[in-house]
C-alpha cells in the first residue's frame, strides 16, 4: 500500500511539474518604472507587481519606499504588468484600472519609464439610530452608484454593503470614485405598544423601521453623495422611523403533491423595480401544510413571487399586491409550469442559412434571479416550442444568422427586446429574420509608436443594450475599422486608448455623459455607412467621471 501510494503521489508531482508554464524567457532588457497613488500622484511602496508573458512564468517585485520596481534579464517580446494593493483599484472602477499595461519590448531593450496609476478606494460611514438617538443594530446599509436609474433598466445594484453593529455604527469601504446614493433597511420586527395587551401576547401589534435613502424617503436624488477618490465621508448618518409592521401570511397551491412536500420559495419585492436589490423579503413554505409567513413587511406596492423546480422544469407564480394600513388577509397563490409558446421562424429571403442547431431563446427582463432563460433548439421547417415560460416580460434572441425583423405574438406585433407573456397566452410566437445586414466603417486618426485603440458601436436605444448588438474591437495602426453584420438601426460609435471599454457598456448613466464623443450614425438595410471621431483619451474620460457635486 505504501508503495501504491508513493507511486500516485510521484506521478501527481510530475503531472503538476508538466503543467507548469515554462520559464520566462532570458535576454538583456529590463522593464521598470514607478507606481503611484491616482488621488495623490504620490509614490505607493509594498505594491505587487507582476510581469507576464503569454506561455511563460510570471516574475514578481514589490515596489520600494519610492514606488519602484524593475525586472532585469528580459527577452524581447509582448508582456503585461500587473501592480495590485489591498485597498487600490476597486472593482467598481470605470475606467478599467491602469494596472494591467501591455508593454511591448525590443531586442536589449531597457523600458524604465513605465508609470502606473493606482486609484484609492474611498469609504462611506455612518451610524443608524432611532427617533429617541438609540442605536439601531443589524440595518442593512448599501451604497448605490448614483446613474443607473435614469434608464430604468433594471434594479439598482451596490457597490457594496455592510450592516451596522451594535453601537449602530457602519462603514463601506473600496468604494470607486463617483456619485452614491445610500440606503438602510432595517428589517427588524418591533411589538408595538398596546394599552389593553400584556406583553408577549401574540395579538400585540408589531412595527419595523421604515427604510430609506439617505436624505430620507424612496427618492433616492435627495442625498445625493459625492466621493472623490480615496476620500472618507465619515458622517452620513440615519434616523430611521417606525411605522406599522405586518405579518404577510398566505399558501401555495397548483403544481403537485412532490412539488410542495419539498417546498415552495417565496419572494416579495417592491413593485419599484428600482429597489428590488436593495429591499426583499423572502420565505419558504412549510412542507407539511404549504404555508408561509413574512414578517415585518411595511405598507406598500409589492409582487409576490413563488418558485420552484421539479425534473429541470420551473414552475412559478406572481402576484401584484398592496399592503394597506391594516393586516392583510391570508392569501392563496397557486404555482404552474408556464405557458407552452408555440411559433416559427422564417427568412425574408431565399438564400437564408438552415436552421440546423438554431435556438429561440427568452430571457427574463422584470423577474427575480431565479427565473432563468428559457431555449429550444428550432426544426429544420423552422418551427418551435418554448416549454414553461413563466409570466412576467421577456427579451427574445435568435441563435441564427441574420435578425429579428419582425416579432409578432398571437397576431399582435411586440418588440424583441421586450414583451408580456401572461399565463393565459397561447402565441403563436412569429418570427421574420431579416437577412440584408449593414456594415459599418468607423475613421479615426491612426496613433502612433504602436498605441492600441478600440472602437465601440452601441444601439442609440437604452432599451436595446444587453441584447448583443454592442460590439468592441481593437482597431490597427491604419486608424480604420469595419463593423461588419450590423442589424440596421440607428448606433453610437466612438474610439478610444484606454483598455477594455466593455464595462463602458454596461452603464447608461456613463453612455449619455459621453454622447458628445460619439457619433450617430443610421445604418440601412443592406446599407454601407461611415463615420469619421475623435479619438477619446483616458485622461480626457477621467475628467468627465469625476463625482459631481449633488
Known sequence: MRRALMAYFLAAAGLAQIQQPPPM????????????????????????????????NTLTAVTDAGGRFVFHDLAPGDYWLNASKPGYDPPQAMPSPRANAP??????????????????GGTIAGKVVNQEGAAVRGCNVTAVPAGFEKTRRGPLAGAGGTATNDT??????????????????????????????????????????????????????????????????????FQVVRAPAFTLRGSVAGGDQEVLAAGVNIMLLPANRLLRNLMSFGAATDAQNHTFEIPAVVPGSYVLFAFAIQNGRQLTAQRIMQVGAS??????ISISSGAELQGSVQFDCDDHPPFENGQVMVSPLDAPPYVSQVATQIDRDGAFTLAGVPSGRWRLTVSVPGYAKSVSLGGQPVSP??????????????????????????????????????????????D????????????????????????????????????????????????????HATAVIEAAEGGHVGATVEILRREDLERMLEPSAP
Request: aromatic share 8%; net charge negative; with cysteine.
Open 168 to 237: 449602530g455604527d457602519y462603514r463601506i469601504s473600496n468604494l470607486a470614485p463617483g456619485n452614491y446614493y445610500v440606503f438602510a433597511h432595517c428589517q427588524t420586527e418591533l411589538p408595538a405598544a398596546h394599552a389593553l395587551l400584556p406583553r408577549g401576547d401574540p395579538r400585540t401589534p408589531h412595527e419595523t423601521y421604515l427604510p430609506q435613502f439617505y436624505g430620507g424617503g424612496l427618492d433616492p436624488a435627495a442625498g445625493k453623495l459625492s466621493l472623490p477618490a480615496g476620500a472618507n465621508l465619515d458622517s452620513v448618518d
Open 464 to 515: 436595446q443594450l444587453g441584447a448583443g448588438v454592442e460590439r468592441v474591437v481593437q482597431a490597427s495602426g491604419t486608424g480604420h475599422v469595419e463593423f461588419d453584420g450590423m442589424p440596421p438601426g440607428r448606433y453610437r460609435v466612438f474610439a478610444t486608448d484606454f483598455q477594455n471599454p466593455w464595462p463602458m457598456l454596461e452603464r447608461p448613466d456613463l453612455l449619455e455623459a459621453l454622447q
Open 417 to 462: 427586446e421586450g414583451f408580456q407573456m401572461g399565463a393565459s397566452t397561447a402565441g403563436p410566437l412569429r418570427i421574420v429574420m431579416g437577412c440584408k445586414l449593414a456594415r459599418v466603417s468607423v475613421s479615426f486618426a491612426a496613433v502612433a509608436d504602436g498605441g492600441q485603440i478600440w472602437a465601440v458601436i452601441y444601439p442609440d436605444n437604452p
Open 327 to 332: 393586516q392583510p388577509d391570508p392569501l392563496e
Open 25 to 56: 524567457p532570458v535576454g538583456k532588457g529590463s522593464i521598470g518604472g514607478v507606481v503611484t497613488d491616482g488621488a495623490r500622484h504620490a509614490p505607493l511602496k509594498k505594491v505587487l507587481v507582476t510581469v507576464i508573458r503569454p506561455g511563460a
Open 103 to 120: 508593454i511591448q519590448l525590443k531586442e536589449d531593450e531597457q523600458k524604465r519609464n513605465v508609470e502606473i496609476s493606482l486609484v484609492p
